[in-house]
């Protein structure tokens, strides 16, 4: 049995590193940030990327995503917060006052501002609760007399996964950020680049299916 777990455990790093690794809103965040204020602010962005994913794990162990799953009029609620807000996201970016604005000095505000960004653009995500929903019981046998608790084992570890990538990513954009923002039309492409990204996930979680 215990060798049968270390087995799960390994292909649940694997699976785990191959989801958290993937582009999508809360890398594309962290990069955002990595670029526009500095390596202390992408940790920032990936800490506050990681905080939103707990809801997500709690309703997938509670059992709470079962109603997104079977509830049509919460998921599109959800979901179409979610496209809201990363429209807002673009649109900020495009505007030079949000993911992408360049800031020399981190203010209290910003940190902040870095924060709740990067929380939201998790929490209003309605895929995640219902992967998660999935996800995890796929790695803890039915015969698991502390399911729980291995639950909770699982999602930490997974968090922690998310939080180390998310660095990784936020570092090497901050790494370059110098070089970046001393070339003008770089700095324009990248804008553009980011806030059609951002764009291109909207659209993306509005014509998802539950």
Not at 144 to 161: H, Y
Request: aromatic share 10%; glycine share 6%; proline share 4%.
């Amino acid at each position: 049995q215990v060798v049968g777990r270390d087995v799960v455990s390994i292909e649940f790093l694997l699976t785990s590193l191959i989801v958290v690794a993937s582009p999508g809103t809360g890398v594309l965040y962290t990069l955002a940030a990595g670029l526009s204020r500095g390596a202390r602010a992408s940790v920032i962005a990936a800490f506050a990327c990681t905080l939103g994913i707990l809801p997500h794990m709690a309703a997938a162990i509670t059992g709470l995503a079962a109603l997104l799953h079977t509830s049509a009029l919460a998921f599109q609620t959800l979901k179409y917060l979610g496209v809201a807000y990363l429209l807002y996201m673009a649109w900020k970016t495009l505007q030079e006052h949000g993911a992408l604005k360049i800031e020399k000095d981190i203010e209290p505000r910003s940190v902040r501002q870095v924060i709740v960004s990067g929380i939201l653009i998790n929490i209003l995500n309605p895929k995640l609760s219902i992967f998660f929903f999935a996800f995890l019981p796929q790695f803890v046998s039915a015969s698991e007399p502390q399911a729980l608790p291995r639950m909770l084992e699982l999602s930490s570890i997974f968090m922690l996964l998310t939080f180390v990538v998310f660095v990784g990513y936020g570092v090497f954009a901050a790494s370059v950020r110098n070089h970046i923002i001393s070339r003008p039309s770089v700095l324009m492409w990248m804008r553009r680049t980011f806030a059609g990204a951002f764009a291109a996930l909207g659209l993306k979680l509005a014509l998802s299916e539950r």
